[in-house]
């Protein structure tokens, strides 16, 4: 498998994706908002009912302060799966347009493989941290790619797809980290609504109520997500060469750059999907 250093701007990547979103933002945010209704939903509402409330003593005062962790025990178990209907879901969407939801839930098809790809992640990118927190963000952009491999090349074992995450970051990890530093701006914003609330009352009292207004308020955070996550996705395309910038240039006038996709690859990959 060959890959590439991505030459393109950011402002490029960012300028596909929107074109990529032109027309489907409903059915894209309406995805992802399943995605994050399954994932981080259910795990705060699980939280409400499974949480650990331990005596804590603070300058001779005694205080009881929630500690959920039914959410932690959730996520650890449906992460890896979850992850990977969301990568299938962005790639089939990029490539033919398909806005299918059930998608979202292929992963629990191959619920031992992206478990345990997303465990090997969490493990590696935890014991980089250990270090010191850049080898850990160092690590976590190296093995971004992992899930988008393991769909493409679904007879790769998990190890050999974080090998192969490695190898198309080799040189592309600065380029995505820019990408989604320029998208800093919309994301402050985007979660003004929520960070004016808090989901912990004063008293330390964790309630369901607080919950549900969380993931409501969290909506503006998922249009933002959409842009992103499909601009990552081009980011992986341009990186594998699926899809391709080609340039006309006019010596009297530069003609400002289109993108078109592999064919070949892409007959390849609609198999896979």
């Not at 409330?53 to 178990?77: A, K, Q, R």
């Not at 190890?159 to 190898?167: A, F, L, M, V, Y």
């Not at 800093?184 to 985007?190: D, E, K, N, R, Y």
């Amino acid at each position: 498998m060959g890959y590439y250093i991505i030459k393109e701007p950011v402002s490029k990547i960012r300028e596909i994706a929107r074109n990529t979103l032109r027309g489907y933002w409903k059915p894209v945010v309406l995805a992802i908002f399943i995605y994050y209704m399954v994932s981080a939903g259910v795990s705060t509402i699980l939280d409400y009912f499974f949480t650990f409330t331990p005596p804590l003593e603070i300058y001779g005062e005694v205080l009881y302060v929630d500690m959920p962790f039914g959410g932690s025990i959730y996520t650890f178990i449906i992460g890896g799966p979850l992850e990977f209907g969301l990568t299938m879901y962005l790639l089939a969407f990029f490539r033919a347009k398909q806005t299918d939801n059930t998608l979202l839930f292929e992963g629990f098809s191959n619920f031992g493989k992206s478990f345990l790809l997303m465990l090997l992640i969490t493990v590696k990118v935890f014991l980089w941290s250990l270090l010191f927190i850049i080898p850990g963000i160092i690590a976590s952009y190296k093995y971004s790619q992992a899930f988008y491999v393991m769909i493409d090349n679904p007879q790769l074992t998990p190890g050999q797809c974080i090998k192969e995450s490695c190898r198309i970051m080799n040189g592309n990890k600065a380029t995505l980290f820019i990408l989604e530093l320029t998208f800093i701006g919309w994301s402050l914003l985007a979660s003004i609504p929520a960070a004016v609330f808090t989901t912990v009352e004063a008293n330390g009292v964790y309630t369901l109520t607080s919950a549900i207004t969380a993931i409501i308020l969290g909506i503006p955070a998922v249009i933002v997500d959409a842009y992103i996550l499909t601009a990552n996705t081009a980011f992986y395309e341009l990186a594998t060469r699926r899809l391709v910038v080609v340039s006309d240039y006019d010596p009297e006038n530069v003609v400002d750059a289109e993108y078109t996709v592999n064919e070949n690859q892409e007959h390849k990959d609609d198999e896979n999907l």
